[in-house]
């Protein structure tokens, strides 16, 4: 990593860092919490690991046999992360373990789909090859 790709990796998690203390600040200084600075904030983390890993804020560039398969490994371990934390979120923002006491539709949509969503695009991928 040159001095140039260094600057930009520190503008941004310096970016990601000014985002989300921001929105950390309006929150606990005004009570109020502001969806668009989290929103913004996982952008800015998110263009700063691909720079890391990939030196290119969309991941792409040209890829060898071992960075399809970092990719590939990756995705099915970050599915899994994302499957279990959006569970964890549902819960302990509703408070409760019992899905009788749950009022946030959206959200148990959301973790449902997390269920469901690999082994319907497997089922898609392998029509394709079958």
Do not use: C
């Not at 985002?19 to 952008?43: E, H, P, Q």
């Not at 979120?89 to 269920?115: A, C, H, K, M, R």
Request: hydrophobic share 50%; aromatic share 16%.
């Amino acid at each position: 990593m040159d001095k140039t790709q260094k600057v930009i990796a520190v503008l941004a998690f310096l970016v990601f860092l000014s985002i989300a203390g921001f929105s950390l600040y309006k929150w606990i200084r005004f009570g109020t919490i502001d969806a668009g600075g989290i929103f913004l904030s996982f952008v800015a983390l998110s263009y700063f690991f691909n720079w890391l890993k990939w030196r290119d804020h969309q991941g792409g560039g040209e890829k060898d046999e071992l960075d399809r398969h970092i990719e590939t490994q990756s995705a099915k371990i970050g599915y899994y992360v994302l499957m279990i934390l959006s569970g964890l979120i549902l819960f302990i923002s509703e408070g409760t373990g019992n899905f009788n006491e749950i009022d946030n539709y959206p959200l148990v949509i959301v973790v449902g789909l997390t269920l469901v969503t690999v082994p319907i695009t497997e089922f898609i991928y392998a029509k394709k090859f079958k």
